[in-house]
């Protein structure tokens, strides 16, 4: 069996993996990255966040990413017919008026590409990036986790590592192990979907380029374009709504029920038959441990709406690297500074699960409602625009604080929030003055 040694193992090249890997290589460690699938692979995640550009900036991929010629994206249109008497049933979630300092855009990606170009940047920045590394067993020396062993063309591999970065996505490869996973229950959603070609945006009534999200009695519809020419298009449904069809009637029907999609899918043909997820809604309480972490999708994932999965992945995969640095350096500080990151990566996700809650409980419509009709107009849809784009660490965004307190919506056991942007930390003070200064803000009627 081959042996080797490293600082870090990073089980998984998505996003997450990938990001941890290239900023641990970036600060000098010795860093082994194993992806299982063989370059490339189909993902899903396409739709990105415009806080993905602050992160990148920050990061030092912004400029690599904004040179692919991916489908630039400035906003949002939330499709409700539900809601007429505002928005007469479509809310545009502007990316201008977020405020002072952010970026206005994000991309729409093939995640193939893109997660190729993430990897290559691991390695450009001296990771060793190995694909068709399948991690079977995790290295255990009493309760501490010293490595990994996989197979790669058939043969045994071992790596020794001060550290292992959990970045395997649903696989979850820590949390099986060690049986950790929770369903969140509220949520249980299934998607189904597929990409069409022959895309023409001038039959768009909306925007060029933005994501659309149609909501009908039954779930919600996609449509994400991915190049000038091709479109991915999916239906989100309860599980019992697929269980009572098939993927392809359910599939056809709720397409149909949002006529702006429809319109945009006008001389489109499918490029590839239907494709299903199930089980994507979970997280763990325990995120870290004596020699490992997670980061992204291993540790948590909620629900596709809001396309935060890439962005929060990243986050805590920036986080990770940050902390592990710091182990690294002072191994002595392994409990205090694992629980900070375990915080961290909960504070991220539970509020990005908040706004999926308030989505299907309805009052995410009630709250740009609220917006709409208030004196105080331009602030509560500066901050809820805020939060679509990607705002989950901040202690300043009036909407994220009062989604916060509904205990409904409570993802994880108590645990003490950390905040910090990791997209704009350099606006915290900016954006703490801001709000000192606008009114306090109800954003649930009669609350
Ligand atoms: C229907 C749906 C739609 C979505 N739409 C969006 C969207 O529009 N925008 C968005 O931001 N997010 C979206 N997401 C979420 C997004 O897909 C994930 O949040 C994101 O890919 C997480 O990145 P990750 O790196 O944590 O995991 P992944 O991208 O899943 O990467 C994990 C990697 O680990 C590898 N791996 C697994 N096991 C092993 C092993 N044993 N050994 C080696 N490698 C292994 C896998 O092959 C994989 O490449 C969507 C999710 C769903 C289900």
Redesign the pocket.
């Known amino acids: 069996m081959a042996k080797e040694t490293a600082d870090v193992v990073v089980?998984?090249?998505?996003?997450?993996?990938?990001v941890s890997a290239y900023m641990l290589a970036k600060q000098g460690h010795k860093v082994v990255l194993?992806?299982?699938?063989r370059d490339p692979?189909f993902?899903?995640?396409?739709?990105?966040?415009p806080y993905m550009m602050g992160l990148f900036e920050r990061i030092g991929l912004r400029d690599v990413v904004a040179s692919q010629d991916y489908v630039p994206k400035f906003g949002g249109e939330f499709i409700d017919p539900t809601e007429k008497k505002f928005f007469e049933g479509v809310f545009r979630a502007d990316f201008t008026k977020q405020g002072t300092g952010r970026h206005d855009n994000a991309f729409q990606v093939e995640?193939a590409r893109f997660?190729r170009l993430l990897a290559e940047q691991a390695a450009a920045a001296g990771a060793r990036t190995v694909f068709g590394?399948?991690?079977?067993e995790l290295l255990m020396e009493g309760d501490r986790m010293v490595g990994v062993r996989?197979e790669h063309d058939g043969e045994q591999h071992e790596v020794r590592s001060s550290y292992v970065i959990d970045?395997?996505?649903?696989?979850g490869?820590i949390a099986n192990r060690f049986g950790l996973r929770k369903t969140l229950e509220k949520l249980r959603m299934v998607?189904v979907?597929r990409h069409y070609s022959g895309l023409d945006e001038s039959n768009n009534l909306g925007i060029e380029g933005d994501?659309q999200v149609g909501a009908h009695d039954d779930g919600w519809v996609?449509a994400?374009p991915l190049s000038k020419d091709a479109i991915s298009v999916?239906t989100?449904m309860p599980r019992d709504v697929l269980r009572a069809s098939t993927p392809e009637q359910r599939f056809e029907e709720h397409v149909a029920r949002i006529p702006r999609i429809v319109s945009r899918l006008k001389g489109t043909t499918p490029t590839m038959d239907l494709k299903v997820?199930t089980d994507?809604c979970y997280h763990t309480d325990t995120v870290t441990g004596p020699g490992w972490l997670m980061?992204?999708?291993?540790g948590c994932?909620g629900d596709?709406m809001f396309?935060?999965?890439?962005?929060?992945?990243s986050s805590t995969?920036v986080r990770a690297a940050e902390t592990l640095g710091e182990l690294l350096a002072d191994p002595t500080q392994e409990e205090r500074l694992l629980e900070r990151y375990s915080n961290y990566f909960k504070t991220g996700y539970d509020t990005y699960i908040r706004l999926i809650h308030a989505y299907y409980d309805g009052e995410l419509v009630a709250m740009a409602a609220d917006a709409a009709r208030s004196t105080d107009r331009d602030t509560l849809e500066r901050y809820l625009v805020r939060l679509i784009g990607g705002d989950f660490w901040s202690e300043h965004n009036s909407v994220a604080m009062e989604m916060r307190r509904r205990k409904e919506w409570d993802t994880f056991e108590p645990f003490t929030r950390v905040y910090g942007c990791p997209a704009y930390p350099h606006l915290d003070e900016v954006d703490r003055k801001e709000r000192s200064e606008s009114r306090v803000l109800r954003v649930t009627a009669g609350r």
């Open positions: 089980i998984g090249a998505g996003p997450a993996g990938s194993l992806e299982k699938e692979r993902h899903i995640g396409e739709s990105l966040l995640r997660d590394a399948n991690v079977g996989y970045a395997s996505g649903r696989h490869k998607a979907f994501i996609w994400i999916g989100v997820e994507y980061v992204g999708d291993a994932f596709p396309s935060g999965g890439v962005l929060v992945a995969a």
